[in-house]
């Protein structure tokens, strides 16, 4: 169970990660 749990959170957070890292970009680029 924990090693389950362990592995949801991981994607969860890769999940929540990858579109926040998409927004920082561009916010970047706009700067720029």
Do not use: K
């Not at 090693?3 to 998409?22: G, N």
């Amino acid at each position: 169970m924990v090693e389950i749990d362990h592995v949801w959170f991981h994607r969860v957070s890769d999940a929540l990660c990858f579109p926040l890292v998409l927004i920082i970009n561009f916010s970047l680029f706009q700067y720029l």
